[in-house]
């Protein structure tokens, strides 16, 4: 699996297809209402429905997030988007 989980950290790596859903959405209702910890470090890129999942949680939670020093398009939608830049090229 892509997703490696420990305590209320999820660590990713490689790309996460959308076979991490279930056991990811999983691991978010059994660690509510703790703060989220979330390390990107080794990421390449993320399902849409895995970013959906983590976007509801930090509505009602806190959450942390370790990226790695090459932006990616994911770490642009998790942060919020900076209207000034072009953000879809």
């Known amino acids: 699996m892509a997703i490696t989980y420990e305590e209320n950290c999820a660590t990713f790596t490689s790309v996460i297809y959308e076979d991490e859903v279930v056991p990811f959405r999983d691991f978010l209702q059994n660690i509510a209402p703790d703060e989220l910890k979330l390390d990107f470090t080794y990421c390449d890129d993320i399902h849409l429905a895995v970013l959906q999942l983590i976007m509801a949680y930090k509505k009602n939670y806190a959450c942390m997030y ?3 020093e090459d932006v990616k ?13 072009e953000n879809c090229g």
């Open 66 to 68: 370790e990226f790695s």
């Open 73 to 85: 398009l994911y770490e642009k939608v998790l942060k919020g988007f900076d209207e000034t830049q």
